[in-house]
């Protein structure tokens, strides 16, 4: 019995140390951490180099233009502007960041992932209609029709989309819960993989004919 006991305490411990080790952006331990290529008196943390805090400046943390509407004349019908590490260098280790979405009438931000974040995006203008669809095996669709100051949330790593259906242009604005979300969008990922995915792969998992397949493949 006691042995038992032991076993127990000693597994909590281990789920508790392995929950804070698979943390996703770590706490920074000092107050700033501006990210920067050149490694000379430099840390480094996150995947950057660190600038000597005493040399941060103003516009280590300013972005500007988030204002400015994209243009959303390809494919798809929309234009993503991020705000993150790449953009803001202030922003490593800080383990949050943000975008702009602008999408055409009928304008479409396809079924994508972020690896590294939860998203929470808020309507600015125009109706969207989206949703995410949860891990196997239920594969739930949780969608909803947002509209002017709505406000959804996309859970780490599950696949969502946000579509315009309104006749004019749409306009959203979304949180990311890390410096570097990532995003996998399915359609480019799968049918548009380098060097390519084999025809036999894909026909078999989405029950398509190779043709289709071929076509796919070539779209992307």
Same mark, same amino acid.
């Given at each position: 019995?006691?042995?038992?006991?032991?076993?127990?305490?000693?597994?909590?411990?281990?789920?508790? =140390?392995?929950?804070?080790? @698979?943390?996703?952006?770590?706490?920074?331990? !000092?107050?700033?951490?501006? *990210?920067?290529? /050149?490694?000379?008196? *430099? %840390?480094? $943390?996150?995947?950057?180099?660190?600038?000597?805090?005493?040399?941060?400046?103003?516009?280590?943390?300013?972005?500007?233009?988030?204002?400015?509407?994209?243009?959303?004349?390809?494919?798809?019908?929309?234009? %993503?502007?991020?705000?993150?590490?790449? !953009?803001?260098? &202030?922003?490593?280790?800080? &383990?949050?960041?943000?975008?702009? %979405?602008? @999408?055409?009438?009928?304008?479409?931000?396809?079924?994508?992932?972020?690896?590294?974040?939860?998203?929470?995006?808020?309507?600015?203008?125009?109706?969207?209609? $989206?949703?995410?669809?949860?891990?196997?095996?239920?594969?739930?669709?949780?969608?909803?029709?947002?509209?002017?100051? /709505?406000?959804?949330?996309?859970?780490?790593?599950?696949?969502?989309? !946000?579509?315009?259906?309104?006749?004019?242009? =749409?306009?959203?604005? *979304? =949180?990311?819960?890390? !410096?570097?979300?990532?995003?996998?969008?399915?359609?480019?990922?799968?049918?548009?993989?380098?060097?390519?995915?084999? =025809?036999?792969?894909?026909?078999?998992?989405? +029950?398509? /004919?190779?043709?289709?397949? /071929? @076509?796919? +493949?070539?779209?992307?």
């Amino acid at each position: 019995m006691v042995r038992g006991v032991h076993f127990l305490v000693a597994a909590t411990f281990m789920g508790l =140390a392995f929950s804070l080790a @698979y943390a996703y952006d770590p706490n920074p331990l !000092q107050d700033t951490c501006v *990210a920067i290529d /050149d490694p000379k008196a *430099a %840390v480094f $943390v996150n995947g950057k180099f660190c600038k000597d805090p005493k040399l941060a400046t103003p516009e280590d943390f300013f972005f500007s233009g988030l204002h400015i509407p994209r243009n959303t004349s390809n494919p798809v019908g929309s234009t %993503v502007t991020p705000v993150n590490v790449a !953009q803001i260098a &202030g922003l490593n280790t800080l &383990g949050i960041s943000m975008a702009r %979405v602008d @999408y055409a009438p009928f304008g479409l931000n396809p079924p994508h992932t972020h690896p590294r974040a939860t998203e929470i995006l808020v309507v600015l203008k125009g109706t969207l209609y $989206v949703g995410f669809v949860t891990s196997n095996p239920d594969n739930r669709l949780i969608s909803k029709v947002l509209n002017k100051g /709505d406000v959804f949330v996309f859970p780490i790593s599950l696949i969502h989309f !946000q579509l315009n259906v309104g006749h004019t242009n =749409a306009v959203a604005i *979304a =949180a990311l819960g890390s !410096q570097n979300p990532g995003v996998i969008t399915i359609a480019n990922a799968v049918f548009g993989s380098n060097p390519p995915i084999s =025809a036999d792969v894909l026909t078999k998992a989405f +029950q398509l /004919d190779k043709n289709v397949v /071929d @076509y796919l +493949q070539s779209s992307f």
